[in-house]
């Protein structure tokens, strides 16, 4: 949280989301926490599940397999916006 305060996971399952681009990314293993307003996504855990990943010029793009790119998203001050819906 970055203030020494926890919240509780009150589950934990697979989303899929359809990119801006028109991919679908499944993401495993997602915490749902109602007390952290952000849906985040970890670059971590992308690369554990093989996703290839880079920022540049204020855009981050990430692929994987034979997929150039999955998703985009643009930096908004200190954080990327990846815009997706649920599949």
Same mark, same amino acid.
């Given at each position: 949280?970055?203030? =020494?305060?926890?919240? &509780? %996971?009150?589950?934990? *399952?697979?989303?899929? !989301? !359809?990119?801006? %681009? *028109?991919? #679908? !990314?499944?993401?495993? =293993?997602?915490?749902?926490?109602? =007390?952290? #307003?952000?849906?985040? %996504?970890?670059?971590? #855990?992308?690369? =554990?599940?093989?996703? %290839?990943?880079?920022?540049?010029?204020?855009?981050? &793009?990430?692929? &994987?397999? *034979?997929?150039? @790119?999955?998703?985009? @998203?643009? &930096?908004?001050?200190?954080?990327?916006?990846?815009? @997706? #819906?649920?599949?």
């Amino acid at each position: 949280m970055g203030n =020494d305060g926890e919240c &509780k %996971i009150v589950g934990i *399952g697979n989303v899929c !989301l !359809l990119t801006s %681009i *028109g991919c #679908r !990314l499944m993401l495993k =293993d997602v915490r749902d926490v109602p =007390d952290v #307003r952000l849906n985040l %996504i970890l670059a971590g #855990r992308l690369d =554990d599940e093989g996703y %290839i990943g880079g920022f540049h010029n204020g855009s981050w &793009k990430f692929c &994987k397999g *034979g997929m150039i @790119a999955v998703a985009q @998203a643009q &930096k908004q001050n200190t954080l990327y916006v990846m815009h @997706a #819906r649920l599949c």
